[in-house]
């Protein structure tokens, strides 16, 4: 009986990471692809699913990583990828493709709201889908790489960040299983974004977006009449 029972929860556990896995994915897609003002006013769907689901399944806060146990044997991984950072900063500026400026305050700025939304990113990825995936997984590594891939596609049809996504959601997934601190990870994922928006040209990240923001990018500066125009492609 306690066995029966015991399998029926966890029927029941699978079938609701499920469902909350998929909704909430689905409405971050629908945001992605939905023209603006409209996207808008969808945003906050995804927000509050997203929220309240974490809420109903919360256990405490060292559970979400927001935790300082293991934060100094975990925080390699942002050595790292400043150490890459530096090297895609130093082949940029002899490509001439570096453009940013040497100002603090312009730095800030431009980025502090992209080191915020990488925490937000590296909280979806790791305690809401992640473990969302390994209740669905018969093995760590399956719920590792559908966390990854699932995020990855996400960032189409942007091919630059789509490639990136997948390889260090990857290595982000594995980092937080081994050590279970978010904070490493959102500091490394801030670092490594901002690098590739001041190294990469905007027209071929198309200034970061993905959805249907990367299909509607206008690279400035270019008049109107000598943009290519999609509903022209046979």
């Known amino acids: 009986m306690n066995g029966r029972l015991r399998a029926n929860l966890d029927e029941q556990g699978r079938r609701r990471a499920l469902i909350e896995v998929g909704v909430g994915y689905l409405l971050i897609l629908a945001v992605l692809w939905t023209p603006r003002p409209w996207q808008r006013y969808l945003y906050w769907l995804p ?128 980092h937080f299983l081994r050590y279970r601190n978010l904070y490493p990870l959102a500091l490394s994922h801030a670092i490594l974004g901002i690098t590739i928006a001041v190294c990469v040209p905007g027209y071929v990240t198309h200034n970061m977006r993905v959805g249907l923001g990367y299909l509607r990018y206008r690279q400035p500066g270019i008049p109107h009449r000598h943009r290519a125009d999609p509903r022209n492609a046979m």
């Open 47 to 174: 927000v509050l699913w997203i929220a309240g689901t974490t809420a109903l399944s919360f256990d405490n806060v060292a559970a979400l990583g927001l935790r300082t146990a293991n934060l100094l044997r975990s925080f390699w991984i942002a050595g790292v990828a400043a150490c890459l950072s530096a090297i895609t900063v130093a082949v940029a500026a002899h490509l001439h493709t570096l453009h940013a400026q040497a100002s603090v305050v312009w730095f800030a700025k431009s980025y502090i709201g992209y080191a915020i939304w990488a925490f937000v990113q590296q909280f979806l990825m790791m305690d809401f889908f992640l473990p969302r995936f390994l209740r669905l997984s018969t093995r760590p590594a399956y719920a590792v790489l559908t966390a990854a891939g699932v995020f990855a596609l996400a960032h189409l049809p942007n091919p630059v960040l789509t490639v990136l996504t997948l390889v260090w959601g990857l290595v982000g997934c594995w």
